[in-house]
């Protein structure tokens, strides 16, 4: 029996002011950082449902299915950004086609320069690129990856720094996402989505639970904290 289809509903809000919340200006590059993030967000048609990747389901006959359901965006499953960058056999496994739009390729990987490859290979035939940084999986563990990369900010921001400005030179439509789960404290998960959007993240997505807060079949066990991607959402001026 096939499982449900893993669907977000996006908080994304609106745009901010110039002057926020906290009676302070915000600098102009900020403001164009941001108004070119949330010009994105409209040229994809502000979707509301996101297909999640899912290992094994997300290919393209699944997303497209999902979209005449009424699907807004899809991702792809997480791929593997060595491979991808590495070998034109390994990206033919992954094909595109141009009614499967908007589409969000995630890659799993903790390699700038792998990233960086690999976010170019994908950015022409599609509308986001993200990193994956809330997988929570043995595998992602042992290669350093994932949820496991929040371990190491300074690696990580390196990682959406070298994302950022492969996209940017591959297709300047195409966004610089990444996926994130939360610390149990939640000032420390707000600084790191903030690293972030300084970094480069034109789209933050936040899976609100922590590492340790289920993963695959165990998810369902701990629901999301929604305060905690409140937070993000209302510290960082990009789509969240």
């Given at each position: 029996?096939?499982?449900q289809p893993r669907v977000m509903f996006i908080a994304t809000g609106g745009r901010k002011s110039k002057y926020t919340a906290s009676h302070s200006w915000r600098k102009d590059s900020d403001m164009a950082r941001d108004e070119a993030a949330w010009d994105w967000w409209a040229r994809i048609g502000q979707p509301q449902t996101w297909l999640a990747p899912m290992?094994?389901?997300s290919e393209p006959a699944f997303r497209m299915l999902c979209r005449s359901h009424g699907c807004g965006i899809c991702s792809t499953e997480m791929i593997d950004?060595?491979?991808?960058?590495?070998?034109?056999?390994y990206r033919a496994r992954y094909p595109f086609a141009p009614e499967d739009?908007?589409?969000?390729?995630?890659?799993?990987?903790?390699?700038?320069?792998?990233?960086?490859?690999?976010?170019?290979?994908?950015?022409?035939h599609c509308d986001g690129v993200e990193l994956n940084v809330g997988c929570p999986q043995r595998c992602a563990r042992r290669g350093g990856y994932?949820?496991?990369?929040?371990?190491?900010?300074?690696?990580?921001v390196?990682?959406?720094k070298a994302m950022a400005r492969a996209i940017s030179l591959a297709n300047s439509q195409c966004a610089c996402c990444v996926k994130i789960r939360c610390f149990d404290d939640t000032a420390a998960t707000v600084a790191l989505a903030q690293q972030l959007q300084d970094a480069g993240a034109q789209c933050i997505t936040v899976h609100g639970r922590t590492r340790d807060g289920g993963g695959g079949k165990r998810t369902g066990k701990w629901p999301a904290n929604w305060d905690w991607i409140r937070a993000v959402?209302?510290?960082v001026g990009v789509p969240v």
């Amino acid at each position: 029996m096939m499982r449900q289809p893993r669907v977000m509903f996006i908080a994304t809000g609106g745009r901010k002011s110039k002057y926020t919340a906290s009676h302070s200006w915000r600098k102009d590059s900020d403001m164009a950082r941001d108004e070119a993030a949330w010009d994105w967000w409209a040229r994809i048609g502000q979707p509301q449902t996101w297909l999640a990747p899912m290992v094994g389901l997300s290919e393209p006959a699944f997303r497209m299915l999902c979209r005449s359901h009424g699907c807004g965006i899809c991702s792809t499953e997480m791929i593997d950004a060595a491979g991808y960058a590495r070998s034109s056999r390994y990206r033919a496994r992954y094909p595109f086609a141009p009614e499967d739009r908007p589409l969000v390729v995630q890659l799993g990987g903790s390699n700038p320069e792998d990233l960086a490859a690999a976010a170019a290979f994908a950015a022409p035939h599609c509308d986001g690129v993200e990193l994956n940084v809330g997988c929570p999986q043995r595998c992602a563990r042992r290669g350093g990856y994932g949820a496991f990369l929040m371990d190491n900010p300074d690696l990580l921001v390196r990682c959406v720094k070298a994302m950022a400005r492969a996209i940017s030179l591959a297709n300047s439509q195409c966004a610089c996402c990444v996926k994130i789960r939360c610390f149990d404290d939640t000032a420390a998960t707000v600084a790191l989505a903030q690293q972030l959007q300084d970094a480069g993240a034109q789209c933050i997505t936040v899976h609100g639970r922590t590492r340790d807060g289920g993963g695959g079949k165990r998810t369902g066990k701990w629901p999301a904290n929604w305060d905690w991607i409140r937070a993000v959402k209302h510290a960082v001026g990009v789509p969240v």
